[in-house]
């Protein structure tokens, strides 16, 4: 009882250890013990199958469809050729005398000194991408291209296209975006000009030899895209610097490969077991304060470079656990030297540098990207949701090792996560649910709507985590979408589960989640059927779409088991039941109460 009572006095205390003053020895301290940790790691179960176990690994992955078909990437590089046709037609149509762009798709112009290139980035460029992932990509414009036609013309062109569906342009976001579907492969473009027109001309030259010499070999299996190197920043602003650093951090990891299948197999094996692990257990997304795609990506890469290089994935998997599980946060993670000078030519840009930024020495979980200018792709990172990935992390090394031994098999590994039921277990006192319901009537007022609540949904978990208030909050980073066909209404719920101190009699959760509700309330674009509920539930009163599997979906009423429609804006059809009680008039969202003598009376 005393150890339950105690724990959020520790909890502060680890907090002040975490946050200690930034220093060379102190860094240097912290690199030893981690380095020593990989060391350690990498000497285990020398006597297991790695073989077997790194093909059985495979099966496993192709099982839950986690490796898309070769007919599928064809499909997509067909999108994206068609696309790179699409942005030349437009590019050309800007020019001054030029002729339109219905003229020039349909004509070509093959002088490409005024087209723009075409690159992914992220899970597709890393040839890990799931069979309805979508693809990150970015225009890499000439001078003439400015962002404003990006926004204006070129989504005109793409409005027109009947190819096009589920266009949502979003110009005022951090990284300006413009999301949509061609052929049903769902595309997330974003832009970047570059000053040097001559630069992107070569480039694309270079990069069609290479494409013709592999295609004349018959072995075009990787993705051929041009080569982004350091002199593309060279007077760019900041927006575009950040558009652009995704496409040279996926070039880094895969260079860093160096073109060996084996070592690129491993990476890739590794990487896509790490996302579904963690998508099972609710650990995935940057935007809930938890892991990204390019974070893991960086983890896992880490992970193979401090380890020989016929490495397996099989023992890759498990030492990237235990030296995670085992990690000296904030302890930075560096793929590359910590301080890089800007590149001939580039103006400084700020750079993550706990000794010189206050802020960035308040990080919890750094994982810095490879090229400059340098930052900590992990920012978002808070306590409760560190706290949850180091549970995780240990219990993914323990299961990993008992599988290395031949105790276990890799599917415990991607078991339906037991969130919703282990809290239960390790509290004495009581255990509920803070559910977040967020509402819409119409599928496009939902869809702003929900991004807005869920792009602050960090500010809730992080009023409630609490130690004053004897509360600590265990967030689940997965949105359960639902649709109530009879009034049309779209839904989608978020859990944390909440702890209470031993000696906690009564908590008032409306002080706790105050700066979330301001935020949601005060929104000015806020409009009739957007509602916002926020209430307790005791684990007995979970709704039951909780417990389905994450491939699949329950009717409330008959239990029957649906498959997920092909998007998730589209939304499940998981519940059919009546709108929740709780539901507040409009921007007046207050936490309800109604149960707390239930919750918290009970001891």
């Known amino acids: 009882m005393e150890a339950n009572h105690d724990i959020h006095n520790r909890s502060r205390n680890r907090k002040q250890e975490r946050r200690p003053r930034w220093n060379q020895n102190t860094q240097q301290k912290w690199q030893n013990n981690n380095a020593t940790t990989i060391a350690n790691y990498t000497q285990i179960n020398g006597n297991a199958d790695h073989e077997q176990l790194t093909k059985s690994l495979h099966e496993l992955c192709i099982s839950r469809e986690l ?32 002729s339109s762009y219905a003229e020039n798709i349909t004509s070509p112009n093959l002088d490409k000194t005024a087209a723009p290139s075409l690159l992914s980035f992220g899970s597709y460029r890393l040839g890990v991408h799931t069979p309805d992932a979508d693809v990150d990509c970015l225009v ?10 990006f926004f204006g013309s070129w989504v005109d062109v793409l409005r027109g296209e009947d190819r096009v569906t589920e266009l949502h342009p979003v110009a005022s976001a951090y990284t ?63 927006t575009s610097v950040r558009s652009v650093n995704g496409v040279r951090v996926g070039q880094f990891l895969l260079d860093t490969l160096d073109g060996k299948t084996t070592r690129v197999d491993n990476f890739r094996l590794t990487l896509r077991a790490v996302k579904e692990w963690a998508r099972v257990h609710g650990l995935y997304g940057n935007v809930l304060g938890f892991l990204g795609g390019v974070n893991w990506a960086i983890l896992v890469k880490h992970t193979q470079q401090s380890t020989p290089d016929d490495a397996p994935a099989s023992k890759l998997l498990h030492i990237f656990f235990t030296t995670f599980a085992n990690w000296k946060w904030p302890s930075p993670v560096f793929l590359s030297k910590q301080k890089q000078p800007p590149p001939k030519g580039v103006k400084p840009l700020p750079i993550w540098d706990p000794n010189e930024n206050y802020r960035d020495a308040m990080h919890l979980m750094p994982i810095i990207t490879p090229c400059y200018p340098q930052m900590n792709s992990s920012y978002n990172v808070g306590e409760p949701q560190l706290r949850r990935l180091r549970d995780e992390l240990s219990r993914a090394s323990k299961l990993t090792a008992q599988i290395l031994s031949g105790q276990k098999v890799w599917d415990v590994l991607f078991e339906g996560n037991d969130f919703f039921t ?9 255990n509920h649910l803070s559910e977040v319901n967020i509402i819409g009537t119409d599928e496009d007022e939902f869809r702003e709507w929900f991004g ?20 600590r909050a265990y967030p689940f980073a997965k949105f359960f979408h639902m649709r109530d066909e009879g009034d049309v209404k779209y839904v989608s719920s978020f859990f944390i589960a909440l702890r209470f101190a031993y000696s906690t009699k009564r908590v008032d959760l409306g002080q706790l989640v105050t700066e979330y ?83 918290f009376g009970q001891r």
């Not at 494409?211 to 002199?231: F, L, R, Y």
Request: glycine letters at 4%; one cysteine or more; a negative charge.
């Open 176 to 238: 300006p975006v413009i999301k949509f579907e061609m052929d049903a492969i769902k595309i997330d473009l974003i832009f970047a000009r570059v000053n040097n027109s001559k630069w992107i001309t070569e480039q694309r030259m270079k990069m069609a030899q290479l494409v013709n010499a592999s295609t004349e070999e018959g072995k075009q299996e990787e993705i051929i895209e041009m080569s982004v190197d350091d002199t593309v920043l060279i007077g760019l602003d900041e």
């Open 452 to 471: 807005l609540c869920e792009s602050r949904m960090r500010l809730l978990i992080a009023g409630l985590e609490s130690p004053v208030a004897g509360v």
């Open 67 to 98: 490796i898309e078909s070769s007919s599928g990437m064809e499909k997509r590089r067909r999108v994206m050729k068609d696309l790179d046709s699409m942005l030349c037609a437009w590019s050309e149509s800007l020019l001054p005398g030029s």
């Open 422 to 430: 282990q809290h239960a277990n390790y509290l004495q006192v009581s």
């Open 517 to 599: 509700l301001q935020f949601v309330n005060q929104w000015e674009g806020r409009r009739d059927g957007m509602d916002l509920t926020v209430h307790l539930v005791a684990k007995k009163n979970l709704p039951m779409f909780v417990f389905a599997s994450n491939e699949a979906t329950v009717d409330m009423h008959s239990g029957e088991t649906k498959a997920p429609p092909p998007s998730p804006l589209k939304k499940r059809q998981l519940d059919e039941s009546e709108t929740s009680p709780y539901v507040s008039p409009l921007k007046q969202t207050r936490v309800s109460n109604e149960n707390a003598t239930e919750i």
């Open 140 to 149: 890499l414009a000439p001078p003439h291209v400015t962002r404003e036609d």
